[in-house]
């Protein structure tokens, strides 16, 4: 036997008899002999933290938890540092230690959760410095999260940062833009009103990106909700027009145009892009008749030349038209070109001496556009149920109010990008209609597992996590119930077992969390309602009866326990130490053997 194995034996022994310092003198010493066995500094981290001296074990703890960390087994390093957390649960520093290593593993949604704990942990002390770090932190696991965004803009705020404040509150408009929330951008366009009463453009010019980005479609149903609060508000017809522009959809362009005209009748902007479309379509009556109307406003604007292109435009389209022409030598002498006024005159005054053949010219048949139509626009009303008056009304009587959180809440979205709802239930929702008889097994089982109460903080995940989030999540519940924590691995389990092919292996091992944690009445109900289940597989029902066993032996039911493991052993020889015990207790027909073995105890020795 080495000095090491005998230094073991020796604490041990000590053990039994109650003498703890001499057993912690034996484990110091392996560790002496052998730093390098981490299951050895794991029992005496655990020996030192039962005699109450828990800077001693977090010391060893640390040592353990490094040392894993550079070797790239963040499991099993989390749940190091969650047995450090559970020693010294105020030290905002092994949240963050926890919050790196379950971003390294990618458990997006449980390192939100930490740095969520220590943003709101500096946020109470008034250490914005360090709570921006932590806002950052979040925005880099989640960087399509609004809630995240504002609250990192308010920080940012608050902190005197105006440039950097402003450029995130872009960013979030943006992101609301994209998303199409017109509701949620409403309301931080308010809040930026607020905050930079200058920057009165901010709703208009994050929306002018957007489209200029090349998402008009966005950028055009939040516009049509700005505008169905505000009908007066100019700067978003533009945009508007603008976008429809962007899209290509002529139809929409020139009755959005047509409107606009209409509401502003002394801006050029839409009168221009009505005629270019016009133009585009080579629809020369329509566009002949919207120059003659607006002819007299472009030259009092200053905007010859613009009627001069139009012009010159539709000459080329109708090349033969006096009344195309006489409007080419006006606008080209009220531009200031007399010479190119003088040859349209010529051509005007050739065809006149052709007298008969002037009128067989071809010509443009001055009909008036049809009737402006009523802007077709599908806008939903901010407030289901009032007209738009009364919405404009409440605008302006409510005044401008500081934004809340739940104001960018999404139902629709996915539940993990949900930033101020950490502590919330995981339970699964029963209230169907009545199942087939073959699932009546796993709604007993939801009632038993959902009256689990656990310790530990829970954490709202999305439905339908992906099968590298439900492996990890697995592998951490392992970890957490190797070292004994068994409410951080029943959560773990509970995530987990949102991905249906390992549903019932996840919930057998809750039952045995259950029982390791003394509640042997709840993991025996837990345990026999799997046995009900429809398509228990070879693998799950040797996993499901063995627990079981166990349980039964710790409530004290040999017989039951023996026969259990006797099934196991015809399903699968070989299946753990089964075999072992029951034929080492064979003798008295027993298994009173029955607790976890040394090998199953969590080896942290690196390979």
């Not at 479609?217 to 049509?224: F, G, I, M, R």
Request: charged share 30%; net charge negative.
């Amino acid at each position: 036997m080495s000095k090491k194995d005998k230094l073991l034996t020796d604490a041990q022994k000590l053990l039994q008899k109650g003498q703890t310092d001499k057993a912690i003198s034996c484990y110091q010493d392996a560790l002496a002999v052998d730093p390098g066995d981490l299951r050895v500094r794991q029992r005496f981290a655990e020996l030192l933290a039962k005699s109450r001296r828990v800077d001693d074990a977090r010391k060893e703890l640390e040592i353990i938890g490094r040392n894993l960390t550079a070797n790239g087994f963040y499991l099993k390093a989390i749940a190091v540092y969650k047995q450090i957390e559970k020693l010294f649960p105020e030290d905002i520093g092994v949240a963050l230690t926890l919050a790196s290593l379950n971003e390294k593993h990618g458990l997006s949604a449980n390192a939100l959760a930490e740095y969520k704990r220590a943003y709101d942990h500096y946020e109470l002390l008034q250490n914005h410095a360090e709570a921006l770090k932590a806002l950052e932190a979040m925005q880099r696991i989640d960087a399509h999260n609004p809630n995240i965004k504002l609250k990192y803009a308010e920080v940012l705020f608050q902190q005197g940062k105006l440039e950097e404040s402003q450029d995130a509150f872009r960013s979030l408009g943006l992101l609301l833009v994209e998303r199409r929330d017109d509701a949620a951008f409403g309301r931080l366009a308010e809040r930026i009103s607020q905050l930079f009463p200058d920057k009165q453009d901010f709703a208009c010019s994050v929306i002018e990106q957007k489209i200029n980005d090349g998402s008009a479609e966005q950028a055009a149903a939040v516009l049509q909700s700005l505008i169905k609060v505000d009908p007066k508000r100019l700067p978003a017809w533009r945009l508007l027009v603008m976008a429809y522009r962007a899209l290509g959809n002529s139809s929409r362009l020139k009755t959005i145009c047509q409107h606009c005209s209409k509401l502003f009748p002394s801006e050029l902007f839409p009168r221009e892009q009505l005629i270019r479309c016009l133009l585009e379509e080579q629809d020369s009556a329509a566009a002949l008749t919207m120059l003659d109307e607006s002819e007299q406003l472009f030259l009092a604007a200053g905007a010859a030349g613009v009627m001069r292109e139009f012009y010159l435009t539709l000459n080329d389209l109708v090349p033969i038209n006096i009344r195309i022409l006489k409007g080419c030598a006006r606008i080209c002498e009220a531009a200031g070109n007399s010479e190119e006024a003088a040859s349209y005159a010529a051509k005007i005054g050739s065809l006149a001496g052709l007298g008969g053949q002037a009128a067989a010219a071809q010509s443009v048949a001055p009909e008036p556009l049809s009737a402006e139509p009523q802007l077709d626009i599908e806008l939903e009303p901010l407030v289901p149920g009032l007209s738009e008056e009364v919405v404009d009304e409440s605008v302006s009587e409510a005044g401008p109010r500081e934004l809340d959180i739940s104001d960018f809440i999404d139902t629709s979205v996915s539940q993990d990008a949900d930033f101020y709802e950490i502590e919330v239930e995981l339970d699964d929702d029963l209230g169907g209609p009545a199942p087939a008889p073959a699932d009546t097994w796993f709604e007993t089982v939801n009632d038993i597992f959902d009256n689990i109460q656990t310790q530990t903080g829970k954490v709202r995940f999305g439905e339908g996590m992906d099968n590298g989030d439900a492996q990890s999540q697995y592998d951490l519940g392992l970890a957490f119930h190797e070292m004994g924590l068994y409410d951080e691995a029943i959560n773990s389990l509970r995530q987990a077992a949102e991905d249906p092919e390992r549903r019932v292996s996840c919930l057998i091992l809750q039952g045995a969390c259950l029982r390791d944690k003394g509640e042997l009445q709840l993991a025996e109900n837990a345990l026999r309602a799997l046995l009900a289940s429809p398509a228990l597989t070879v693998k799950d029902s040797c996993a499901l009866k063995y627990e079981l066993a166990l349980t039964c032996t710790a409530l004290g039911k040999s017989d039951e326990a023996w026969m259990l493991l006797g099934e196991v052993e015809q399903l699968d020889p070989a299946y753990r130490d089964v075999s072992a015990r029951l034929h080492d207790a064979s003798e008295g027909k027993t298994v009173g053997g029955l607790d976890f073995s040394e090998d199953e105890l969590l080896d942290f020795e690196l390979k």
